[in-house]
């Protein structure tokens, strides 16, 4: 059964591969793709489009973009929503275990100073594995928040989960990737 997951995972990683070009799985990093290569690492990338409510009847908006999600609450789900969105991962690369060091996700407010992230969670198949709180500027910028995970550690597989607190319906939070860095 072990072993059916894995050449699934590979060939997920491949057909990404093949369907999306190599830059997005680069994508993330402010150096180039050549000093990534020569350090012995990857970014794995999941783009915008691939978030989910946790709770659909929660949001009035929650619509793909070119770049990612726009959401937008119903007066129901004014207060605190969790989405999510998977990181596609190899777990075992030619034999040795891939080790995650560092995670982020991008989301931007329309009105930083009162509606926002505010906690994010890592997710493997065995459960939760990191907590941590996103402290956001009050602005209406878009912003990366990232975690990095030291000593790196080995998940079979890997979600992010992201509480938005909207401050009120007319407020608007865009989700924009995720991705992970990962070694052997």
Same mark, same amino acid.
């Given at each position: 059964?072990?072993?059916?997951?894995?050449?699934?995972?590979?060939?997920?990683? %491949?057909?990404? %591969?093949?369907?999306?070009?190599?830059? @997005?799985?680069?994508?993330?990093?402010?150096?180039? @793709?050549?000093?990534?290569?020569?350090?012995?690492?990857?970014?794995?990338?999941?783009?915008?489009?691939?978030? &989910? $409510?946790?709770?659909?009847?929660?949001?009035?908006? !929650?619509?793909?973009?070119?770049?990612?999600?726009?959401?937008?609450?119903?007066? &129901?789900?004014?207060?605190?929503?969790?989405?999510?969105?998977?990181?596609?991962?190899?777990? &075992?690369?030619?034999?040795? $275990?891939?080790?995650?060091?560092?995670?982020?996700? =991008?989301?931007?407010?329309?009105?930083?100073?009162?509606?926002?992230?505010?906690?994010?969670?890592?997710?493997?198949?065995?459960?939760? !594995?990191?907590?941590?709180?996103?402290?956001?500027?009050?602005?209406?910028?878009?912003? =990366?928040?990232?975690?990095?995970?030291? @000593?790196?550690?080995?998940?079979?597989?890997?979600?992010?989960?992201?509480?938005?607190?909207?401050?009120?319906?007319?407020?608007?939070?865009? %989700?924009?990737?995720?991705?992970?860095?990962?070694?052997?």
């Amino acid at each position: 059964m072990g072993s059916r997951r894995i050449r699934f995972a590979i060939l997920a990683v %491949l057909v990404l %591969l093949l369907v999306t070009g190599s830059t @997005p799985i680069l994508a993330g990093a402010a150096d180039t @793709p050549d000093q990534r290569a020569s350090e012995g690492y990857s970014d794995l990338v999941n783009y915008g489009t691939a978030w &989910v $409510p946790q709770s659909r009847n929660s949001f009035a908006r !929650f619509r793909p973009m070119g770049w990612g999600m726009e959401a937008k609450v119903k007066p &129901v789900g004014v207060g605190d929503q969790w989405v999510h969105i998977p990181i596609p991962f190899m777990s &075992v690369g030619e034999g040795s $275990p891939v080790l995650i060091e560092y995670v982020e996700f =991008c989301a931007m407010s329309s009105n930083g100073a009162a509606s926002a992230p505010t906690t994010f969670h890592l997710w493997s198949d065995g459960g939760r !594995f990191k907590i941590g709180p996103v402290t956001w500027p009050a602005d209406n910028d878009r912003h =990366c928040i990232g975690v990095t995970l030291s @000593p790196p550690v080995w998940e079979d597989s890997l979600g992010v989960s992201v509480s938005l607190h909207f401050a009120n319906t007319t407020d608007q939070i865009t %989700l924009y990737k995720a991705w992970a860095r990962v070694r052997p």
